[in-house]
């Protein structure tokens, strides 16, 4: 049985979630205020904040601070630091975050999404042309990302053990430069890096989009949950970003696919079909707390466990709420 915390809801909180859920539906007034803020993380680029602005659905009747990271693990850091409210991750961050047992956060709700360009690529002259091939490579990767995990799996599924690559762990920027300047001789990332890889001529020797859940989480700072008003923000805010997407789809994707060139430097017929496979695939939206998505994460875990990046059994439910439930079932 998942974790639950206790939250005591006074009338005056109820009043507060009311507009918060109004807003959701873009009842509220553009111009509406509070003095409720948001402090919000983003990987790559801040693809959130663009197609809530894209859709009309930008108006909140509270402020969002939007912040880039190059990861999710970074975001998590950020709430442990105080910095942030509301992250966004794969599965793999949260569980090394909360490996110390003092997390500072609490999962909140899942945003399904797709695993394309979730890939191990690399060089065009390269002689490797499977995972196989990569024995005694130096390969870089993402540490404590989708990337590590998928390589790790990758590996398992070929015959090869970690010990037989010569990892190393690297930020997106740094890897796709050490793939072009021969530093190393593959390339386990995701996004941009790989987006920008095969626009310098990399190939893929394996993907993750068959290994990965597609379950990525949102995770909420303490405070943000002892707060009903900033917690009714946070669902309405997750709630926004699913219906974003849901007019995306609804004959709109010429103009986002615009949107998504324009900040990530690719073509637009390319931006267009990354946009339309990656919807087909596993269109974004938000769910609920459920035992099928602590079930994904508790694998997730056990993995780094093998990997040695965990010392021993951690028990994910641990960190994992269903107190934003009733809200996000409202906004959505």
């Not at 930008?58 to 509301?86: C, E, K």
């Not at 997390?103 to 899942?110: C, D, H, I, K, T």
């Not at 690529?121 to 130096?138: H, Q």
Request: proline share 3%.
């Amino acid at each position: 049985m998942l974790f639950r915390r206790t939250l005591r809801t006074s009338a005056a909180a109820l009043v507060l979630l009311l507009p918060f859920a109004a807003a959701c539906g873009n009842e509220a007034q553009a111009g509406s205020s509070s003095s409720v803020t948001l402090r919000v993380g983003a990987t790559g680029w801040k693809v959130e904040e663009a197609v809530l602005k894209y859709a009309h659905l930008d108006n909140t009747p509270y402020q969002v601070r939007w912040s880039q990271f190059q990861g999710g693990d970074q975001q998590l850091q950020a709430i442990r630091a105080g910095a942030l409210d509301l992250a966004s991750s794969s599965e793999i961050p949260p569980v090394l975050a909360a490996a110390d047992g003092k997390p500072g956060f609490e999962v909140v709700a899942v945003q399904r999404g797709a695993t394309l360009n979730q890939e191990v690529v690399v060089p065009k002259d390269s002689k490797v042309t499977d995972i196989a091939g990569l024995k005694g490579k130096k390969v870089g990767y993402v540490q404590n990302t989708t990337a590590h995990y998928f390589l790790y799996e990758l590996l398992k599924r070929a015959g090869l053990d970690w010990s037989d690559i010569d990892a190393k762990p690297l930020l997106p920027n740094d890897g796709l430069a050490a793939l072009n300047g021969g530093g190393i001789d593959a390339f386990a990332s995701y996004g941009t890096s790989i987006i920008t890889a095969h626009q310098q001529g990399a190939r893929t020797v394996g993907s993750g989009k068959d290994i990965l859940s597609g379950n990525f989480l949102w995770s909420a700072r303490d405070s943000v949950l002892e707060s009903p008003a900033q917690k009714a923000a946070a669902a309405d805010l997750i709630a926004r970003i699913t219906k974003a997407y849901a007019y995306v789809r609804d004959g709109h994707e010429d103009g986002f696919a615009k949107v998504t060139a324009d900040a990530t430097h690719q073509p637009l017929a390319q931006a267009r079909k990354d946009l339309v496979d990656a919807q087909a695939q596993r269109p974004t939206q938000a769910r609920t707390v459920g035992d099928d998505a602590v079930a994904s994460q508790q694998k997730v875990a056990d993995a780094f466990t093998e990997l040695g990046s965990l010392k021993g059994h951690l028990d994910v439910k641990s960190f994992w709420t269903t107190a934003l439930d009733a809200d996000l079932r409202k906004a959505l």
